[in-house]
């Protein structure tokens, strides 16, 4: 008994280890078409240099594992425990966010020799024999931070996107022809035409369900009462959305809320984040600045970059709203067997609903409850998931969340209707 339970522990550790190493790899495959300059600079306080989310994604598994984990545990350079801590406040002292773009030093080459250092302590440590109740906690924090490095492979890409638009030379992130599937997909989604799909009413169950990784904010699985509703068939695409733009709906306070209206004039803004308007001296077409430079904006793909503000405001105009995280997790749930449907892989969508604690919600015990429930105030929640999502990160219960005017993400629209 005492042998097969061994070996089953060891299967798993092997598994893990294998994924430990794929989506480490993953990271660095991501930013291997950038230079060091590329890496360094950071071009707003909501985005990090691709440099920093090398080193704090290592700094999660030093700090949260190694740590504990590690016989005669000794850090790989005593400063980072400051630089690369992003929030955590059980851990200690961090460095000012806005000032992660001024580390020069260290260099991307130090952190890649960090990101080394901590790769090969782990997988040692994977390789050991641990007390059962020890190699669980062991596992389970190894998961966490392995999706913990997901997130941010897709944060590194929006982040460099926004970078690069930045740029005068409007430089591509990649060619044309790496990002072809990709666009692939967006254009089938946004070119058939809108249907409304109608949901009846009842008690719904949202929320984590079955096997597999979760966060803690997908729980508890709990019933809402959904009225009846109809959900588009597909996200709204940038042909549909220039329209809006076109009928003047960045000039016309009505359709908007108002705080949406008043940040909509601080920031005096007439169009999508990398839209750039039509120039009759030029050749009278509308470009996006896309990873792979810019571009004709592509009419019949799925509207990105819009700001909750942005995607409320087009839904009122369009005889629609947003759906609630409720009626999203149904309508998906109901497609999810459905291959042509747009739910995942192309656009985080905007939902009416706060992102607040589920009824019964319980943070993470110890330093990593900080990781969601903290940040449950003031913000939206956007379900499905984006062409800049990692593989088999996504699922059905997966509750991502940004302020109403973050534009900067691949969020896009799905509309719903009472
Ligand atoms: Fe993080």
Same mark, same amino acid.
């Given at each position: 008994m005492h042998k097969l339970t061994n070996k089953l522990e060891n299967k798993l550790a092997n598994e893990l280890a294998t994924a430990f190493s794929t989506i480490r790899d993953h990271t660095g495959t991501l930013a291997q078409p950038l230079s060091a300059e590329d890496c360094c600079?950071?071009?707003?306080?909501d985005a990090s240099p691709a440099k920093w989310h090398l080193a704090h994604t290592t700094w999660f598994f030093e700090t949260f594992i190694l740590e504990q984990f590690e016989t005669g545990f000794r850090p790989?350079?005593?400063?980072f425990r400051v630089l690369?801590?992003?929030?955590y406040e059980g851990v200690g002292e961090q460095h000012p966010r806005a000032q992660r773009?001024?580390?020069?030093?260290?260099s991307l080459a130090e952190v890649q020799a960090y990101r080394q250092n901590v790769d090969q302590r782990l997988l040692a440590l994977l390789g050991q024999t641990l007390a059962p109740d020890q190699m669980q906690q062991l596992t389970a924090l190894v998961e966490l931070g392995l999706q913990h490095e997901q997130q941010h492979q897709e944060l590194l890409l929006t982040d460099i996107k926004h970078l690069l638009s930045m740029?005068? #030379?409007?430089? $591509?992130?990649?060619?044309?022809d790496v990002m072809t599937e990709e666009t692939g997909a967006a254009a089938a989604a946004a070119a058939t035409a809108l249907q409304w799909q109608p949901f009846e009413a009842g008690i719904v169950e949202i929320g984590h369900a079955g096997n597999g990784f979760f966060f803690?904010?997908?729980?508890?699985?709990h019933r809402q009462f959904v009225e009846p509703f109809s959900m588009a068939s597909r996200l709204v695409s940038k042909g549909e959305y220039l329209a809006f733009v076109e009928a003047g709906g960045y000039q016309?306070?009505?359709?908007?809320l108002a705080a949406g209206w008043d940040w909509v004039q601080q920031q005096k #803004?007439?169009? $999508?984040?990398?839209w750039q308007a039509a120039h009759a001296q030029f050749d009278s077409a509308w470009r996006e600045f896309t990873l792979h430079g810019?571009?004709?904006?592509?009419?019949?793909e799925a509207v990105t970059h819009i700001s909750f503000f942005e995607a409320e405001a087009y839904a009122r105009w369009a005889g629609a709203r947003l759906p609630t995280e409720a009626e999203w997790e149904l309508a998906a749930a109901a497609q999810?067997?459905?291959?042509?449907?747009?739910?995942?892989?192309?656009a985080w969508q905007w939902t009416t609903s706060s992102y607040a604690p589920y009824p019964g919600y319980v943070a993470l015990p110890g330093?990593?409850?900080?990781?969601?429930?903290?940040?449950?105030?003031n913000q939206y929640v956007l379900r499905g998931s984006s062409s800049a999502t990692p593989e088999g990160?996504?699922?059905?219960?997966y509750r991502n969340f940004f302020p109403?005017?973050?534009?900067?993400?691949f969020s896009g629209i799905r509309l719903a209707r009472s």
């Open positions: 600079v950071q071009s707003m306080p790989f350079h005593p400063a690369f801590n992003s929030y773009g001024l580390m020069t030093r260290p740029n005068p #030379l409007q430089p $591509p992130y990649l060619a044309w803690d904010n997908e729980t508890p699985r016309n306070p009505l359709l908007w #803004l007439t169009r $999508p984040l990398y810019l571009q004709p904006l592509a009419l019949h999810i067997s459905d291959s042509a449907v747009d739910y995942f892989g192309i330093a990593v409850g900080e990781y969601n429930g903290k940040f449950m105030v990160h996504a699922r059905l219960s109403a005017t973050a534009r900067w993400q």
